[in-house]
């Protein structure tokens, strides 16, 4: 696939089945994530992967996060399933060095864009993905479950497989509306 194409045409895709990336395929994605760009060359950023046994105890942390947000019994079911809409899901998480000169949002951006090229990444490889965040991206239940420090962040959990079916290609949107030369 041609690199203009890939952008140009990029959509989400969330109908996510078996086949998951693997192997070398995966280890793609994962490299395509480290060359985010990264002022201060701080690297920061951590990928949790989740496939097989991983996405259940990725449900089960879910579902404890639900219980403890005393939510119905039907939503914390609903929590548990959530990791299993697709065979393999990356959780992004943006390791935050407080008071560094870098500031703290272009860590966070430059976990976000290991994001958006680890879809890519598959993407260019036949899969498909979806990222998403959600409750159980900002829970404290969950941080504490990952180990993560207080100014850490999840910027997101790739989910990641192969289209069920076809995936469509979304209309452009108006570039006019989003644009202006000086
Ligand atoms: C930071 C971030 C968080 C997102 N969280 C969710 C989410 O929790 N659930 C969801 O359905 N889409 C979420 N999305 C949007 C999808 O990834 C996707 O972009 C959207 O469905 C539009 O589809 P498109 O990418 O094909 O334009 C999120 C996007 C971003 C950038």
Redesign the pocket.
Known sequence: MQALDLLLN?????KLICPAPEGEQLTQILKAGMRAPDHGNLSPWQFIVFKDKGLNDLGEIYAEAAEQDALSADKIEKAKNMPSRAPLVIAVIAKVQAEHKIPEIEQVIAA?CC?QAMQMAAVAQGFQG?????AY?YHPHVKKQFKLAEQDLI??YLYLGTAENEAPI?PEKDLSAHLQYW
């Open positions: 990029r959509s989400s895709y969330n976000g994001v979806i990222w998403r965040t959600g991206a910027v997101g979304k």
